[in-house]
């Protein structure tokens, strides 16, 4: 996991494509689903970007956003509870963090309505230290084992395991680092839920600083509860969710385990991309999270 790439991207939302090349980044057309989030957390450019871009709504601006519903706050609280009683792992540095998962991006096109794309299994594997190139198996947009980027050390930003070991377990403070390295909206709220999801979607965070997350979640303004969400595999769990400009972003969590599932986005009015009111414009679906001793293993 490395730092955010700098690169032009498209006017409003599709600026978050900055956050999620963190791991989105491949050699063809760029999809996506979410913001830090769905693309990527994972690191350095394979390949500049193409034609193809995500398609994500405009950013909301200087639109005012109630607090987060005190359910939103109390769920929250119980997934942290339970992200802080998770074992902790004896991780060696030259280790990689595996995950695998089901995605479907949206893509768009110049010229043509934006669509979602077939859901397909995707793999990343992450040097647990930053010291080493990670890789992305992507097939389906032609990133066939492809090596992505090292971690520039020293960058806030850095998702590495030893970097986020750093990170505060103080919710208070782990929101004032969401507010100094989230990018790629108008909106801080928006960027900063973005960054959760994309945490929670493509790193593995240390128990206390995944607890800290959580609750530092439940002071981004305009979150609340969805209380049936599905995710890219069929499974259906309790969601966080935010709305910016037309598109509702989830982060869906197991009912029972308080375990993150994976993510959905949906445009909650007709779009100018095409997406309509009701459309599923994004969503993921974490299989397995794991560690493995070499670059391209598989548990």
Sequence with gaps: MNQLPERDLPPGRHRLLKEHLMTEIRQEPVRRTGTWLRPALVAGAVAAVTAVTLTLAAPSGEQSTPDASKEAVALLEDIALAAEQADTLKIRDDQFVYIKSKVAWSVHEEGKPAFLEPIHEREVWLSVDGSEQGMLHDPVVRADHELLEKATPGIPSNTNYRHLQTLPTDP???????????????????????????????????????????????KISGVFVIDDAVDAAGRHGVAVARVDDGERVELIFDKKTMKFLGER????????????????????AILERTLVDKRGERP
């Design 172 to 218: 208070d403070r782990m929101f004032d680092w969401l507010n100094s390295v989230s990018e790629g909206s108008d909106s801080k709220d928006e960027a900063n839920f973005v960054l959760v999801g994309d945490l929670a979607r493509e790193s593995l965070m240390p128990p206390a600083q995944a607890a800290a997350l959580y609750r530092a979640a439940g």
């Design 265 to 284: 986005e949906v445009a909650v009015e007709d779009l100018q991309s095409g997406f309509e009111k009701g459309d599923v414009m994004g969503r993921t």
